[in-house]
C-alpha cells in the first residue's frame, strides 16, 4: 500500500527562526516524486518543493528546502527565516507516475 | 501560469438536489482529477480523468460521477446531494508523463443542509 504519513498535526513557529515538518511515505516504487504543498487560509494549493527520488541532492527553493533520505522513506521540510506569510497547512505528496499519495496535512503557525 | 478555475467558492444545496461543480484549465493539460478535502483526513481522490470522455474512479467514488467532454473542462456531478458530502473540493490538473505536480484550482466549499 502507498500511504504518506504527516505525524506533526500542528506546529508553531517564532517568526523569523526555523521549523521542521516531517513526512513519511511507504511505496514499492522505485522511481518516483515527492512534494511539498502549502495551503494558506485563502485556500489555493500552492507548489513549495519538488524533488526527484533518483537524485540524492536534496531540493532547494529560497528558504525552503528538503531532507530526502530514500532508505529511511523520510522526506523532511525546512523552512528557515519564517514568516508570517508561511501560516499554513501544509501537505507532503509522492507521485508514482500513476497516482498522486497526500498526507493528513500539518498546521503550520507562525508567531509574530 | 497554468490557470485551473473552480466556478463557485461556496455552494449551499438542499438534500436530494443534483449538484454540479465545474472545473476549467487552461493550459491544455491532459490530466484532471477532483479530490474532497476533510480535516483530519487529507485529501481523497474523487474521480480522474486522463483524456476527453475518460474517467477513472478514484478511492472514494460512491455517491459521485464526472463528466469531461472537452479538454479543458472536468465537472463533478452528486447525483442526489447528501449531509456527509458536505467537504471542501478541489480540482487539479496536470500534464501527461511529467511528474511536475499538480496545479489546484481555489476550492468549492459545499455546504449540503
Known amino acids: 500500500a502507498q500511504t504518506v504519513t504527516q505525524s506533526q498535526p500542528e506546529m508553531s513557529v517564532q517568526e523569523a527562526e526555523t521549523v521542521t515538518l516531517s513526512c513519511t511515505y511507504d511505496?514499492?516504487?522505485?522511481?518516483?516524486?515527492l512534494f511539498w504543498y502549502k495551503q494558506p487560509p485563502s485556500r489555493q494549493m500552492i507548489l513549495v518543493i519538488r524533488?526527484?527520488?533518483?537524485?540524492?541532492q536534496n531540493a532547494t527553493e529560497n528558504r525552503f528546502s528538503v531532507n530526502f533520505q530514500k532508505a529511511a522513506k523520510s522526506f523532511s521540510l525546512k523552512i528557515s527565516d519564517s514568516q508570517l506569510g508561511d501560516t499554513a497547512m501544509y501537505f507532503c505528496?509522492?507521485?508514482?507516475?500513476?497516482?498522486?499519495?497526500f498526507g493528513t496535512g500539518t498546521s503550520l503557525t507562525v508567531i509574530p | 501560469d497554468v490557470k485551473v478555475t473552480q466556478s463557485s467558492r461556496y455552494l449551499v444545496k438542499r438534500t436530494g438536489e443534483k449538484v454540479f461543480l465545474e472545473c476549467v484549465q487552461d493550459?491544455?493539460?491532459?490530466?484532471m482529477f477532483w479530490y474532497r478535502q476533510d480535516p483530519g483526513l487529507g485529501l481523497r481522490l474523487i474521480y480522474f480523468?486522463?483524456?476527453?470522455?475518460?474517467?477513472e474512479k478514484g478511492d472514494i467514488p460512491e455517491g459521485y460521477s464526472v463528466s469531461r467532454e472537452k479538454k479543458e473542462r472536468f465537472s463533478l456531478i452528486l447525483e442526489s446531494a447528501s449531509t456527509n458530502q458536505t467537504s471542501m473540493y478541489l480540482c487539479?490538473?496536470?500534464?501527461?508523463?511529467?511528474?511536475?505536480?499538480?496545479?489546484f484550482g481555489s476550492g468549492t466549499r459545499l455546504t449540503v443542509v
Open positions: 487539479a490538473s496536470s500534464l501527461r508523463q511529467y511528474s511536475g505536480g499538480y496545479t
Open positions: 511505496t514499492s516504487e522505485n522511481n518516483y516524486y
Open positions: 524533488q526527484e527520488a533518483y537524485k540524492q
Open positions: 505528496a509522492f507521485d508514482t507516475g500513476n497516482q498522486f499519495y
Open positions: 493550459m491544455d493539460h491532459e490530466n
Open positions: 480523468s486522463y483524456d476527453v470522455k475518460m474517467k
